[in-house]
T-cell receptor
Framework: AQSVTQLDSQVPVFEEAPVELRCNYS??????LFWYVQYPNQGLQLLLK??????LVKGINGFEAEFNKSQTSFHLRKPSVHISDTAEYFC?????????????FGKGTLLTVNP | DTGVSQDPRHKITKRGQNVTFRCDPI?????LYWYRQTLGQGPEFLTY????????KSRLLSDRFSAERPKGSFSTLEIQRTEQGDSAMYLC??????????FGNGTRLTVT
């Protein structure tokens, strides 16, 4: 079984500032990692994923994340945020083997970008 | 690719009533998942289908909940004798091996 901890429930930042949203995971097996974004009253949209290969993963909207196996982390970063990045961000994990692609999610981080 | 479609978007019901939600996955996706999301929480896994077979159910899925995917295409989630604690966003997702899950916009259930 896997679990995900998102260390910050809310992150307020000013427009054009850099941001980091933290995610740590726990698993007894190798994992795949994901970040999803959720805008109000909408479903989840995939931002980026780590399956294998380079530990630095680039996604949509200028976001990137780095997989750190020794620290069991997958923090999300953006060098300069926009007002439109205001949303809830979820980190998710699943085992890399098996046939059930069930995702386990963290509780989410609400990113609020202020002018 | 029209995405994952869920109907209705919102449902308000009185305690004790039955409700049914529908999910239409992306057409070639053989895997279909239901998740529940309560306020301030991440989505929690409820159940999973591969084609028409329901392969896993969470312990969150009490016997008042039932899900079907009769022809391996659309799926329905029914909640019988709704309780106020069932108020949540119900999310459907679909996928194929080797690709991430695609989520619908959800059905928000309010039990009064």
């Amino acid at each position: 079984a896997q679990s995900v901890t998102q260390l910050d429930s809310q992150v307020p930042v000013f427009e054009e500032a850099p941001v980091e949203l933290r995610c740590n995971y726990s698993s007894s097996v190798s994992v795949y990692l994901f970040w999803y974004v959720q805008y109000p009253n909408q479903g989840l949209q995939l931002l980026l994923k780590y399956l294998s290969g380079s530990t630095l993963v680039k996604g949509i909207n200028g976001f990137e994340a780095e997989f750190n196996k020794s620290q069991t982390s997958f923090h999300l970063r953006k060098p300069s945020v926009h007002i439109s990045d205001t949303a809830e961000y979820f980190c998710a994990v699943r085992g890399s083997g098996g046939s059930n692609y069930k995702l386990t999610f963290g509780k989410g981080t609400l990113l609020t970008v202020n002018p | 690719d029209t995405g994952v479609s869920q109907d209705p978007r919102h449902k308000i019901t009185k305690r004790g009533q039955n409700v049914t939600f529908r999910c239409d996955p992306i057409s070639e996706h053989n895997r279909l998942y239901w998740y529940r999301q309560t306020l301030g929480q991440g989505p929690e896994f409820l159940t999973y289908f591969q084609n028409e077979a329901q392969l896993e159910k969470s312990r969150l899925l009490s016997d008042r909940f039932s899900a079907e995917r009769p022809k391996g295409s659309f799926s329905t989630l029914e909640i019988q004798r709704t309780e106020q604690g069932d108020s949540a966003m119900y999310l459907c997702a679909s996928g194929v091996p080797g690709s991430p899950l695609h989520f619908g916009n959800g059905t928000r259930l309010t039990v009064t």
